[in-house]
């Protein structure tokens, strides 16, 4: 397995060398892309200019952000030459919480963690124990390429994996979505599809179910 990233689990004064590697992937996902109907070419996508009305050369195009008051800022090869923060390299523990007391909505891509250094596998398995032993899960600062994540570490078998996670804030409000307040069910009802539930989850293994579709 490839490492997608490699740096230092900084815990205290305590910094391990590892790795990352991604947890999941996609099996046999069609990735169609444009094409001609009549002689199956592919089709190019032309850079337009809405203002000019007009196509523009590559050249020309920028990166561009558009600020909540309407303002277009224009990103510029200088803008986004500068350094990325300088712990890049770094997973910082912040905080140790719970196991529940993360909501699953936050969590994000996951990765195994793996150490890069025998030398300080003890300091491995000693974070890891500490975290098993105490039912809790680390939360982390981690920065790949520019951009700077939330993440949790947890335990998993004999591993540590990294969870990368959305704040707390970026979750929506689901307004309107719930059933109305004044509707309720009874007793016999609730029994009837709770014994439901049991009757579908006989025999059930996650591992075999298939995307048909695909």
């Not at 140790?96 to 891509?109: A, H, Y």
């Not at 491995?124 to 899960?137: H, M, N």
Request: with cysteine.
């Amino acid at each position: 397995m490839k490492a997608t990233w490699k740096g230092t689990l900084s815990f205290g004064d305590i910094d391990i060398p590892i790795a990352l590697y991604k947890a999941t992937e996609k099996h046999g996902d069609l990735d169609p892309h444009r094409v001609h109907a009549e002689d199956g070419s592919s089709v190019r996508r032309k850079r337009w200019c809405e203002e000019e009305h007009g196509e523009i050369e590559d050249r020309e195009a920028a990166k561009g952000h558009r600020h909540s008051v309407g303002r277009k800022i224009v990103l510029d090869d200088k803008n986004m030459a500068d350094p990325p923060p300088p712990d890049r390299k770094r997973v910082d523990v912040l905080a140790s919480v719970d196991e529940g007391g993360v909501d699953p909505m936050l969590f994000g891509q996951a990765y195994y963690v793996g150490g890069t250094d025998p030398i300080a596998d003890q300091w491995y398995v000693l974070f890891r124990d500490a975290l098993r032993e105490s039912g809790r899960v680390a939360v982390t600062r981690v920065t790949f390429g520019a951009r700077e994540s939330l993440a949790v570490l947890r335990v998993r078998d004999d591993l540590l994996v990294l969870q990368t996670m959305s704040r707390p804030g970026e979750v929506r409000r689901p307004t309107g979505i719930a059933p109305r307040g004044d509707i309720t069910v009874g007793p016999e009802e609730l029994k009837m599809a709770m014994h439901l539930m049991d009757i579908l989850s006989v025999g059930f293994d996650l591992d075999e179910v298939h995307d048909d579709r695909r």
